[in-house]
Every structure is written in C-alpha cells, then in structure tokens.
C-alpha cells in the first residue's frame, strides 16, 4: 500500500506504518512526504531511508496552490496526517478555520479532491468535536462525506494511555474509505489493557544535572503555581509519580513542567549551565528527551541529533505512535475483508 504522509513532523505515521509492515500485517511504502519545519525535517531524514523518488512537498499551503503540483504527485492509496491542531486547541487561540494553520485542512481536502486516494486517517485535539460548539467537526465530516464522497464513521476519541503507552493523551481520529471501496461500517481500536507507568520509560542510567531544577526555579513555580490557584485555576506544575502516567506532553504552557519527576540517582550536583539558585536535593527534574520519545511510542534506535528545546518541540507535536498502529491496523483488517 502506497501511502502520504501531510504534516509529517518526525514521521509518526510512517513509524505506525513500518510497524505494520514490519509485523507482516500489510507492506507499506510511503511515496512522499510534507512538512514545513526544516529541524523537524532533519530528524524525519535522519530516521527514514527516504529514496530518490520519494516526493518532497514542502511547503503545503505553496504546493496545493497549484493544481497541477497535486496532479504530478505519484499514485497513492492512503493519506495520513496530523494537521495542525494548535489553532483548534484548548491551549492555543481556539481561533479555528479563521487563523492560517485552521485553513491547512482544507489543503488536504484540496489533494483528496484531485487525487482520490481510497483511504485517509487524520488526527487532530479531542477540542476539535467541540470547537465552535460543533460546527468545525461538522463542516469537516460534511466536507469528506458530501463534497469528497468518502464513507467516514464517526470520529473517535483515542488515549495513548491505552495502547501500551503511560501518557494520558487524547487525540480524535477520523477515518475515511472511498466510497467506491462500498464499505459502510468501520470500529476503531480497542485498548490492549496493558498496564504501564513512568518506570517503563525512564533512563535506565542517570541523566545529566542539567535536567534537575534549581531551587530558584522550583520556587517560581511554586509562587505561579498559588497564583492560579487563588483565581481558581488548575493550572502549573505537577510532580507525576513513576506508578502513575504522564499528562499529555505539549509544546508550550508548562508542557515541561507537568511532567516533572523525582529522580534520586544524582551524585554530582555541580551545574553543567548557567542556574540561578542551585540544583534542587530533592532529585525533581524534568523527562529527558529520550523518555519524551518512549511516552509517544519512539523506540531507542531512533536517532535524536537536535537540540534539547527541539526534540521537545518535535515529540510534543508529535502523534503518539501505538495509537496511530493500532488504528490503521484496523483500517487494514477491514481493506483485507473487503476483498
């Protein structure tokens, strides 16, 4: 199965997609690729054998602005992407289909309509069933199953938490199968029930002081943390316990900061940046960009060559992986029984 992935960042769903051809349940070959942050890029190139025919978009919005860009992209049987959610999320403008980013839907629905793929799995925020109370969803599904003649199932709400990953990330699925396939019943995935926690994911060896907080900062967290409090909000940092399971690791708004453990394994305390204050000894720091690749389902072999502020950024963006698998796993089974 031939297979593009818009909006590729690291290349979750082509990572989902190896999976499933490595575990013999379909081959796939992704034929091409879209993204538009070049350091995100260099970690997808670094990870993927990407080969000389593998087409490059760049630049989604650029690319679609031109018909016959669509129509020279080679044939493929499955669109997948994570198009930007930031514009429909509860932490960001909630500014929907009227900022730029909400618009990149639309660049999607722009190669659906001209190339005609037989399948297409997106993954947005779980705010987006009820951004503008509804509606967004509403002209979404409208879209694909008026205007683009797919038979799309109604969207799901999907926990990585409960397909072998400790992070409790919530992330709506739409699947869509051309019609001309004439199949007109499709469910989603249920959870494995494996049970996991922090202490799955955590450096087996200690980590580098510079990922403990200093005493200073602690106490600006904990002052921010009372602010909010005192005007009724939940929101600041949070020490999550190694038997528990991560809040949802984001870019932005403390995403860092609420998933802060406690790591005794320290010996040298000596700072390895410039801190104001010194190294906490209580042994609270944040994950490491590694365990930050494990809560999204990123095995160790994948290669990390950017900077700390930047693999954050890219696995907070990310899809989380088992939940992707375990979605178009199912996509599969039904393309198998089709036939």
């Known amino acids: 199965m031939k297979h593009l992935e818009l909006f590729a960042g690291i290349g979750g769903f082509r990572r ?63 669109l997948t992407g994570g198009f930007p959610c930031q514009t429909f999320s509860m932490m960001g403008s909630q500014a929907g289909f009227e900022e730029d980013r909400g618009q990149m839907f639309f660049r999607i629905m722009d190669i659906l309509a001209i190339k005609k793929p037989k399948y297409v799995l997106l993954e947005n925020v779980k705010n987006l069933r009820n951004h503008d109370k509804g ?8 879209t694909l ?6 038979y ?12 072998g990953v400790p992070q409790n990330r919530e992330r709506i699925f739409i699947v869509g199968f051309n019609k001309n396939l004439k199949i007109d019943e499709f469910k989603y995935p ?26 200073q900062y602690l106490n600006t967290l904990e002052e921010h943390k009372k602010r909010h409090e005192m005007k009724g909000n939940g929101f600041g940092y949070e020490i999550i316990s190694k038997d528990g399971i991560a809040n949802a690791i984001v870019v932005g708004g403390m995403g860092r900061e609420r998933n802060l453990i406690i790591d005794g394994r320290l010996t040298d305390f000596t700072p390895v940046t410039h801190i104001k204050g010194v190294v906490n000894r209580d ?57």
Request: glycine share 4%.
């Open 283 to 339: 042994g609270i720091r944040r994950m490491t960009p590694r365990e930050w690749a494990r809560l999204q389902g990123f095995p160790d072999e994948f290669i990390i060559d950017v900077s700390d502020a930047q693999a954050y950024k890219q696995f907070g963006n990310s899809v989380a992986v088992p939940a992707v698998q375990a979605t178009a796993k199912g996509v599969v089974k039904k393309i198998l029984r089709s036939y």
């Open 145 to 150: 199953r008026e205007d683009l003649d797919y």
């Open 16 to 78: 989902a997609m190896d999976l499933l051809t490595k575990d013999n349940v379909m081959e796939f070959h992704c034929v091409g690729y879209s993204e538009i942050d070049i350091k995100a890029e260099l970690t997808y190139r670094a990870n993927y054998n990407i080969d000389e025919n593998e087409f490059v978009l760049g630049d989604i919005v650029a690319f679609t602005g031109n018909k016959k860009n669509i129509k020279s992209l080679p044939k493929f049987d499955l």
């Open 152 to 163: 799309v199932p109604e969207p799901q709400i999907i926990n990585a938490k409960d397909f």
């Open 190 to 215: 249920n959870p494995i029930n494996k049970e996991v926690n922090i202490n799955d994911i955590i450096e087996d060896k200690p980590v580098s002081v510079k990922y403990y907080l200093s005493t």
């Open 135 to 142: 509606r967004t969803l509403k002209v979404i599904l409208n």
